[in-house]
């Protein structure tokens, strides 16, 4: 049966909906100055004419960033980096979460590797233990040495035990009276129940491994093999010059850094944007049911 709204539940819902207008308007203007920046000309930048819209529209920064072999040599790295690590953390993950969602009368040992891995979201070797690791296991400048170091992530791990831990357990109990064993248990019925909060930590993967740019500087010797966000640091912040030819530095030159680190990050930022909305509807119930236990 509905209700009437009374004069101050209007008046409260006129009120949040105009406070969620603000804040989007507040997210969006950053990105709407960015775009302005990059369709603009050098003088207009240079003269901070440039506010929301473009000034002298111009489409020289995109075309300098996407004419560059090195961008798309950089953008299929990461490309090949995310698709790997996001599988290899994903299933690691679900063979993990799965054998610590289970009781202590069923795992002894649950609560020591809980708090093992519980740890190392604390406590870390460091950054010069971890290159001499991956120096001497013979993967630098390799794909591995960008994948393997992050494998397992414990956040991912304790939001998916969480999530199994609420699947009920009569219904593994039926599996094992129908003669399943904990490899198809898994898969065939944690895994599809559990689909929210796998397409959870599949976005952080996602974003997390084509975000990354700091490993790649540290284990890329060579900058053919930088990924594109560590590639895109050695042009948007240092400006490196030394991997340019001498049209492309005075191509550069004609151009504003402003712009052209406003049109890289776009373009960096676009294929982000386009797998969210496919995962989006599962992000909020997979981190809401997946934080309800410990």
């Known amino acids: 049966m509905l209700t009437r709204q009374t004069r101050a539940q209007k008046v409260f819902n ?6 969620m207008i603000v804040v989007c308007l507040l997210c969006l203007v950053p990105f709407i100055h960015i775009l302005a920046l990059s369709l603009s ?12 819209w473009p000034v002298r529209f111009t489409l020289e920064p995109y075309r300098y960033v996407l004419d560059r072999d090195a961008f798309w040599r950089a953008f299929g790295i990461t490309l090949q980096r ?17 054998p610590l ?11 020591l590797y809980v708090w093992m891995f519980f740890f190392t979201m604390l406590f870390n070797g460091g950054l010069i ?4 690791l991956i120096k001497e296991l013979g993967i630098m400048d390799t794909l591995w040495a960008l994948v393997l170091p992050g494998a397992v992530t414990v956040f991912n791990v304790i939001l998916m035990l969480n999530f199994f831990r609420q699947v009920p357990e009569e219904m593994e109990d039926a599996a094992n009276i129908d003669g399943a064993g904990h490899w198809r248990t898994l898969w065939q019925i944690y895994v599809p129940v559990s689909m929210p909060a ?5 976005l952080f993967c996602l974003v997390g491994h084509w975000n990354a740019w700091f490993d790649g500087l540290i284990f890329m010797r060579n900058a053919d093999k930088y ?19 001498a049209t492309e530095a005075e191509r550069l030159a004609k151009l504003n850094d402003r712009s052209v680190k406003s049109a890289q990050m776009l373009v960096a930022a676009v294929p982000i944007l386009l797998v969210y909305p496919f995962l989006q509807r599962y992000f909020v119930s997979g981190i809401r049911l997946g934080s309800v236990k410990g």
């Open 129 to 132: 233990p971890s290159y001499i």
């Open 227 to 245: 990924p594109l966000q560590s590639y895109l640091q050695t042009i948007v912040v240092e400006f490196n010059f030394q991997t340019m030819s």
């Open 14 to 19: 006129a009120f949040n909906y105009a406070f």
């Open 82 to 98: 995310t698709l790997l690590g996001t599988l290899l953390n994903v299933m690691l993950v679900i063979l993990l979460a799965y």
């Open 41 to 52: 000309d050098n003088a207009a930048v240079s003269g901070g004419l440039v506010k929301l």
């Open 198 to 202: 796998i397409a959870t930590i599949t």
């Open 101 to 111: 969602s289970k009781t202590k009368e069923k795992l002894r040992t649950r609560s």
